[in-house]
DNA sequence: TGTTAGGGTGGTAACGGTTCCAGTTTCGTA
DNA sequence: TACGAAACTGGAACCGTTACCACCCTAACA
């Protein structure tokens, strides 16, 4: 079996040197009209591509864009990461997808193995638990961007997300508004960004409209496992258990529901319930879920495009904070009370 | 900002030559046990890291699997993502994410684009459209592994899938023996091997209970697209209606299910259903779903373990046709009639 | 004592591009 | 017509590894 042409039989076949070639090529430097086109058919005769290792070696960093994501069976960073393949693609980016599963020590491997290849840039959700390894990468000018979350320590990198404490006041207020006074959250993780932003808009909404803030209905849970049912069943166990509920932890809106469905916890007879979530299922079940949409496509394109920019320099060096408002969508959780 | 420590730097710390680092770091050749030590050290003391462009140059091949789905908006291929990703860090390969969309067009640029990084493996899903291409990776000796599907013309192409004639058929008897005789299926496109599968299966369940096949209720839906639900709803709108069935088109479950709920149609009163997903919602809804469920973590596994060891050259050549079984799992959603 | 085998080592040519630089046209203008 | 500038071209040095090969040395064997 033949071996694949390489710039220089591509070179021979159009009577040029290399470096025309590589001219036509990348558009690097001028190229006389004849010419090009030799080098253009014998491409086309050929069917050379260039190989992406060899350039990559010479130029010492690459169009490809290391996705680390938190989980892709987690809908939301399912459908993430189908936009920003799609994104990358109509920009000519490539897309080096790792997980880190929430695990900062699998983040930790993620992120040397991605700089071993000498990704071109970074999007991702970081654990938060990996800050000089995000360090080394804005040493190495290795452009990063976050989305979803952000890391407090690491303000120097970009970050896309939806406004979480507007959301979050939304959705608290809509329960509010519903009569419901004793209104519970289940947040993700207060050492995360989204954690602790919700929870923030959760208690604005109750300072609004001046309801007291009760510790016991304030309730963290990580982002893996089933923990969020377990938190959600000892609300219900309190002795004023809560009539409103935000489910502000995605990773934990399906063992919640799963878990009231169990307990045969009427909704929103008994509990009236607002989710962040906006997967294809949350109007299928009985009743629909009054939820908080996140506009994933604008999430995936600003990311997308916020590192193609800064892979090409074309922007200044301040850290940019883009933040998408998220959409709030009543359906047949919540009722008054 | 300093630049990175090449093999160079290791080999000169610890007073030996390039060769001897190579030698240690990939264990091919002999090296003395006290130089090994002070390459060790020096590797450790620069934080050396061999470049995976450099390498990969120089062997003409990488440790980089390029996975090709169709789409990661649905949570059959996310979740295959997730695991195939997972397994593949287990294995040291690296995961290069490329989407079809279902579209042969975008199939046949991931290929080229998979090509030109010189992708030591492919995992895919193909849409079965770009035979030749899908070929020069086999004549390019690179190993490629269908999951889910296969291509009838490339039939030296290993395969991963469960067992789809099985599964249909047992889905359609379920239905049968619960006194069902009209019984409908919405399949995936018969140019997909899934789709002629499934639908053997069924025919074969019918023959076998002896209930005549009727044309109108076979009907294949495109992977993409909301047809599914345009199908059914002519199903039923036949003089005599299915009270019985399958949907055996992952990705056309959620519209269908739509479409049931909005025309008020009950489940399993006015039809029993038998859907093909395992998605972590099929139990949450009302009914929960009798479902074949696909086990996710095996088909990832196999095609990665199949992949890794054919480019280890550790398999003999015959193309290896795995078939995974498939679980039924009876929920609510069916009745006898 | 002379071979020989083979472990251990270093030099160096690939691998396939890019890029700098110097040299050669070509062209426009004084 | 001459001259400088700009357009164009090709040579060759990298980029960081791997792998082949030649060599040295020691130990074992005849």
Same mark, same amino acid.
């Given at each position: 079996?033949?071996?694949?042409?390489?710039?220089? %039989?591509?070179?021979?076949?159009?009577?040029?040197?290399?470096?025309?070639?590589?001219?036509?090529?990348?558009?690097?430097?001028?190229?006389?009209?004849?010419?090009?086109?030799?080098?253009?058919?014998?491409?086309?005769?050929?069917?050379?591509?260039?190989?992406?290792?060899?350039?990559?070696?010479?130029?010492?960093?690459?169009?490809?864009?290391?996705?680390?994501?938190?989980?892709?069976?987690?809908?939301?960073?399912?459908?993430?990461?189908?936009?920003?393949?799609? !994104?990358?693609?109509?920009?000519?980016?490539?897309?080096?997808?790792?997980?880190?599963?929430?695990?900062?020590?699998?983040?930790?491997?993620?992120?040397?193995?991605?700089?071993?290849?000498?990704?071109?840039?970074?999007?991702?959700?970081?654990?938060?638990?990996?800050?000089?390894?995000?360090?080394?990468?804005?040493?190495?000018?290795?452009?990063?961007?976050?989305?979803?979350?952000?890391?407090?320590?690491?303000?120097?990198?970009?970050?896309?997300?939806?406004?979480?404490?507007?959301?979050?006041?939304?959705?608290?207020?809509?329960?509010?508004?519903?009569?419901?006074?004793?209104?519970?959250?289940?947040?993700?993780?207060? !050492?995360?960004?989204?954690?602790?932003?919700?929870?923030?808009?959760?208690?604005?909404?109750?300072?609004?409209?001046?309801?007291?803030?009760?510790?016991?209905?304030?309730?963290?849970?990580?982002?893996?496992?089933?923990?969020?049912?377990?938190?959600?069943?000892?609300?219900?166990?309190? %002795?004023?258990?809560?009539?409103?509920?935000?489910?502000?932890?995605?990773?934990?809106?399906?063992?919640?529901?799963?878990?009231?469905?169990?307990?045969?916890?009427?909704?929103?007879?008994?509990?009236?319930?607002?989710?962040?979530?906006?997967?294809?299922?949350?109007?299928?079940?009985?009743?629909?879920?009054?939820?908080?949409?996140?506009?994933?496509?604008?999430?995936?394109?600003?990311?997308?495009?916020?590192?193609?920019?800064?892979?090409?320099?074309?922007?200044?060096?301040?850290?940019?904070?883009?933040?998408?408002?998220?959409?709030?969508?009543?359906?047949?959780?919540?009722?008054?009370?």
């Amino acid at each position: 079996m033949k071996k694949a042409a390489t710039i220089r %039989d591509v070179a021979a076949r159009a009577g040029v040197s290399v470096s025309v070639v590589s001219r036509v090529l990348n558009g690097t430097g001028p190229v006389a009209a004849p010419k090009r086109a030799q080098v253009l058919d014998a491409i086309e005769a050929l069917a050379y591509r260039p190989r992406a290792a060899a350039r990559q070696l010479s130029q010492g960093h690459s169009d490809t864009v290391g996705l680390l994501l938190a989980d892709l069976t987690n809908p939301f960073f399912a459908r993430l990461a189908d936009r920003v393949v799609a !994104d990358a693609r109509a920009r000519d980016l490539q897309i080096l997808l790792m997980t880190t599963q929430e695990d900062p020590h699998l983040e930790a491997q993620a992120l040397d193995t991605l700089l071993d290849r000498s990704v071109g840039g970074m999007i991702g959700t970081p654990t938060g638990h990996n800050v000089e390894r995000w360090e080394k990468l804005a040493a190495l000018d290795i452009p990063a961007v976050f989305v979803d979350r952000t890391v407090a320590e690491l303000d120097q990198v970009d970050v896309v997300s939806i406004e979480n404490v507007q959301s979050a006041a939304t959705a608290t207020r809509h329960l509010l508004d519903r009569g419901h006074t004793r209104v519970g959250i289940v947040s993700g993780p207060l !050492d995360t960004s989204t954690g602790v932003e919700r929870v923030r808009g959760y208690e604005q909404a109750l300072r609004e409209r001046g309801v007291a803030r009760d510790e016991r209905l304030v309730r963290p849970a990580p982002f893996r496992g089933d923990r969020g049912a377990d938190v959600v069943a000892e609300m219900l166990a309190l %002795d004023e258990p809560p009539t409103g509920l935000v489910v502000a932890n995605t990773a934990q809106v399906r063992v919640v529901l799963k878990m009231l469905a169990q307990a045969r916890i009427a909704i929103p007879g008994d509990l009236s319930l607002v989710v962040f979530d906006d997967n294809p299922w949350t109007d299928l079940i009985r009743p629909p879920l009054t939820a908080v949409r996140q506009p994933i496509d604008m999430l995936a394109l600003h990311s997308v495009e916020l590192v193609h920019a800064r892979m090409r320099q074309k922007l200044p060096p301040a850290p940019r904070r883009i933040r998408v408002p998220a959409e709030f969508l009543e359906r047949s959780s919540t009722t008054h009370l």
